[in-house]
C-alpha cells in the first residue's frame, strides 16, 4: 500500500519513492543506495517528523513477535508491531506492558522514538520499557544495543526522532499481567484541583484530567485503578467534589462513549483499559490535529493558571485538552528527561490556519516553565526555543553527526530543531 497523507490527513508525505523491504537484506540495501530515507509507522504524527524527498521505508508488515524470555520478562519485536497486537499477545502469556497510550493503534517503534506516553506518576513513557534494541545505521550495517551493555548509548538513541537509523527490532521489559477498572467523574472544580492536585493526580495508577479550559472546571477526571482479581475497587461516592459519572463517557462528552475503552468500574485486563480507546475502533480520524506540552510536575498548577486565563481565546479551535502525569525519565530526547512531567495536551480543529495563530500565545505563556513540545505534534516554537529547553540537544546533534555525517536520516524537520539552532 502507498499512503500519500498522515493518520490526521494534515501533512501530505514528498517521498518520491516509497518501499516495502521483505527482508533485512532489503532494508540494507535500500538504506546504503538512497541518498535520502525515512521509515513510515503508524502515521499518527502531525508533522514532517517522519517525512523524506526521496525513500519512505514501510515496515507496516514487520508485525511479528520475535522471541519472548519468560526469566528475564521482556519481549523482543519487530518494527511494525502495533500496541493492540502485542498487548493482547502479551496478556494472553500472562505479562503486560507498564504503560499504554490513549490509542493502541500507534505502532511500538514509532511511539518509542517520539516518547509517547500513558499516565501515573510512576509511570515512564513508553520508551522507558526499551531495554534493547537492533537498528540499520546509516552505512548500511546493523547495530544492536543493550541495557546491560550499552546503557548510556541506548539511553541516546531510544527517542532517536529516527534520526540514527532503521530500527528492526526492539527489546521491551515486562511486568506480570494485571487488572484495572475505570471509574470517571464529572465537574472537578478549580479549587479542589488547585488545593489537592498531587493528591489527585496520585489517587489511580492513571489519571486523566479532561478540560476545554473554561469557567475554571475540570469536566471530566478518570481514574484507572489496579485492582487484585476478584476484589472490586470501591470507588468513592464523590471524588474531590467531583461526581460519578452515570454512563459511560467520551472525554468530549457531546460525542457517544462507543469507541472507548469500558468504564463504569467494571474490571478488565490492563490492555482493555489503559487505553482510552478502544483497538477495534479508529477514533477520530483525520478530523483533528493535536499539540502537546510538558512541563515539571512542580509547576503544574501554575501552568494550568495561564492556560485557563487562554481559555476564551482557545474554545473557538479546541476540542478537548488532557492533563496527564508522566515520571522522569534518562532518555535523552525525551521531554521528560531528568523531571517528573504533566502533559498539556490539546486536540484542535483541523484548521491549521486558525490553530497557528492561537500557538504562540500559548507557547509564550508556558515558555515561563520551561515547556518542551511533543516531537511528534504541531508546535510554533522556534529551533532556539526548543533547543533551549532540550538540555541534551547538543550531545543528540553531535552523536547524529557522528553516525549519517551525510545526513540520509535528516530531513527538513530534523534539519531545523536539530541543526539551525547551533
Not at 506518576?121 to 534494541?133: H, P
Not at 521489559?173 to 467523574?185: D, M, R, S
Amino acid at each position: 500500500m502507498t499512503y500519500s497523507y498522515n493518520w490526521a490527513g494534515n501533512h501530505r508525505f514528498q517521498a518520491t519513492r516509497q518501499h516495502h523491504p521483505a527482508s533485512v537484506e532489503q532494508v540494507q540495501r535500500l538504506v546504503r543506495s538512497s541518498k535520502k530515507v525515512k521509515v513510515l509507522g503508524s502515521r499518527h504524527s502531525f508533522n514532517g517528523i517522519a517525512d523524506t524527498t526521496e525513500d519512505l521505508l514501510s515496515l507496516e508488515n514487520w508485525d511479528r513477535i520475535v522471541s519472548l524470555d519468560r526469566e528475564k520478562r521482556t519481549v523482543t519485536v519487530q518494527s511494525g508491531i502495533k500496541y493492540g497486537t502485542l498487548a493482547h499477545y502479551l496478556h494472553k502469556e500472562g505479562f503486560a506492558l507498564h504503560n499504554l497510550a490513549s490509542l493502541p493503534h500507534i505502532s511500538v517503534v514509532g511511539a518509542c522514538m517520539t516518547a509517547t506516553h500513558g499516565s501515573g506518576v510512576g509511570n515512564g513513557n513508553l520508551a522507558t520499557s526499551v531495554s534493547g534494541l537492533k537498528l540499520v545505521t546509516a552505512d548500511g550495517n546493523i547495530t544492536t544495543l543493550t541495557r546491560e551493555q550499552d546503557a548510556e548509548a541506548l539511553n541516546a538513541t531510544v527517542v532517536g526522532l529516527g534520526a540514527l537509523g532503521v530500527v528492526l527490532e526492539l527489546t521491551l521489559e515486562l511486568v506480570p499481567t494485571f487488572l484495572v477498572q475505570q471509574n470517571v467523574y464529572e465537574n472537578l472544580t478549580w479549587e479542589s484541583l488547585e488545593t489537592h492536585f498531587n493528591e489527585i493526580v496520585s489517587a489511580a495508577y492513571s489519571v486523566s484530567l479532561f478540560t476545554q479550559w473554561r469557567n475554571w472546571e475540570i469536566e471530566q477526571v478518570w481514574l484507572k485503578s489496579r485492582v487484585t482479581e476478584g476484589v472490586s475497587f470501591h470507588a468513592p461516592s464523590t471524588f474531590y467534589g467531583a461526581t460519578p459519572a452515570l454512563r459511560p463517557m467520551h472525554p468530549i462528552s457531546s460525542v457517544s462513549a462507543e469507541n472507548c475503552t469500558q468504564q463504569m468500574g467494571v474490571p478488565g485486563a490492563w490492555h482493555e483499559r489503559l487505553p482510552h480507546f478502544r483497538m477495534e475502533f479508529t477514533p477520530s480520524h483525520g478530523e483533528e490535529l493535536q499539540s502537546e506540552y510538558f512541563v515539571p510536575r512542580i509547576h503544574a498548577v501554575e501552568a494550568m493558571k495561564v492556560v485557563f486565563a487562554l481559555g476564551e481565546e482557545l474554545a473557538p479551535v479546541l476540542l478537548i485538552s488532557e492533563v496527564r502525569t508522566i515520571a522522569a525519565d534518562a532518555l535523552w530526547m525525551s521531554p521528560c528527561y531528568q523531571q517528573d512531567c504533566v502533559g498539556l495536551h490539546f486536540t484542535w480543529v483541523r484548521d491549521w490556519e486558525r490553530v497557528q495563530r492561537v500557538l504562540p500565545k500559548l507557547e509564550e505563556r508556558l515558555a515561563q516553565f520551561q515547556a518542551r513540545p511533543h516531537w511528534g505534534k504541531l508546535f510554533t516554537m522556534t529551533p532556539a526555543q526548543v533547543a533551549s529547553v532540550y538540555t541534551k540537544l547538543p550531545d543528540f546533534r553531535n552523536l547524529v553527526l557522528t553516525s549519517d555525517p551525510e545526513g540520509k536520516f535528516r530531513n527538513r524537520f530534523l534539519d531545523t530543531y536539530l541543526f539551525e539552532s547551533c
